[in-house]
């Protein structure tokens, strides 16, 4: 359990039992405060390293969403694509290619990750992208 889930439960039980029947129990206000101040301070630190392990290591700086293809918005159609990119150390797509099913979104999603930029990195990485076709 991390430290943010930790600050979170605790502020929840502190809020239950400071509540509880009505009373308000000063003596938590000020732990309860703590409690809430620790939780956000920490939050950032929780969802930076999520973010950075995204595309085997290698951040997308910009992205591109893909055009929903006209045909498939009319017929109701979603999916979903995988794209395989391989980028060069500066952050540049240089391929990709997708072997996915869903031919109706294969080049609009192949269009779009093509114009993505990528942190830079120290060598030439190729990993797997999913991009969702969804009606809205």
Known sequence: ?????????????????????GHVWTSFAGTRTVFMALALAFLPLTVAPLHAQDAAGRTALHKVAPMFPPIARQMGLTGTVVVNVTVDATGKVIKAESASNSKVFVTAAIDAVKQWKFAPGTTTDTFPITINFDKN
Do not use: E, H, N, W
């Open 1 to 21: 359990m991390s430290l943010v889930s930790f600050a979170f439960g605790v502020t929840a039980v502190t809020l239950l039992i400071g509540t509880r029947r």
